[in-house]
T-cell receptor, first 112, second 113 residues
Framework: KNQVEQSPQSLIILEGKNCTLQ??????????LRWYKQDTGRGPVSLTI???SENTKSNGRYTATLDADTKQSSLHITASQLSDSASYIC???????????WGLGTSLAVNP | AAGVIQSPRHLIKEKRETATLKCYPI?????VYWYQQGPGQDPQFLIS???????DKGSIPDRFSAQQFSDYHSELNMSSLELGDSALYFC????????????FGPGTRLTVT
């Protein structure tokens, strides 16, 4: 069964600190893996998209890694800001970019 | 550049009423996707359009219909609304069908009472 699991479920960090979010997937065939940031009641905003051949991609303070062998991905946030408080969702495409396999997300709270 | 625009942002309807949600894709994007996200659930793919033709169909109920117009905006028409239709409806757009570069709109919150 295609599945995306994320950990931790929630995380609280202090402003300025770094954090790493994890994503494990069992999706076949694998097409691409995306990390989205979603504020409550808003649409997901794309942070990074990685295909099979990419193992790291950065977008400002966000750096995603992908290990296609172990089927794991991580999202590293550097020097966190209060505005980083949101849900971070790992999404994997199984060959069809319309029908996506969504993780449940990690709820991140950045406190002053 | 302007992102995907959805209207209305919030909508309250009663059971058995109809609702129309609108989506305006990013300029020059020719593909529109509709998703439904229930409370605490993953977004579920409903339907997509490429160049005004339906390109794929997901878990869209028969009570719902959608179309894409010549200016590439799309409308999701929902009839005989049920309480279970209460959800956040996202539209996404991309350049080219089945592209992984999808950009999501802010969503329309539909509440059926």
């Amino acid at each position: 069964k295609n599945q995306v699991e994320q950990s931790p479920q929630s995380l609280i960090i202090l402003e300025g600190k770094n954090c790493t979010l994890q994503c494990n997937y069992t999706v076949s065939p694998f097409s691409n893996l995306r990390w989205y940031k979603q504020d409550t009641g808003r649409g997901p905003v794309s942070l990074t998209i990685m295909t099979f051949s990419e193992n790291t991609k950065s977008n400002g303070r966000y750096t995603a890694t992908l290990d296609a062998d172990t089927k794991q991905s991580s999202l590293h946030i550097t020097a966190s800001q209060l505005s980083d408080s949101a849900s971070y969702i790992c999404v994997v495409s199984a060959g069809n970019n319309r029908k996506l396999i969504w993780g449940l997300g990690t709820s991140l709270a950045v406190n002053p | 550049a302007a992102g995907v625009i959805q209207s209305p942002r919030h909508l309250i309807k009663e059971k058995r009423e109809t609702a129309t949600l609108k989506c305006y894709p990013i300029s020059r994007h020719d593909t529109v996707y509709w998703y439904q996200q229930g409370p605490g659930q993953d977004p579920q793919f409903l339907i997509s359009f490429y160049e005004k033709m339906q390109s794929d169909k997901g878990s869209i109920p028969d009570r719902f219909s959608a179309q894409q117009f010549s200016d590439y905006h799309s409308e999701l028409n929902m009839s005989s609304l049920e309480l279970g239709d209460s959800a956040l409806y996202f539209c996404a757009s991309s350049l080219g069908d089945n592209s992984y570069e999808q950009y999501f709109g802010p969503g329309t919150r539909l509440t059926v009472t």
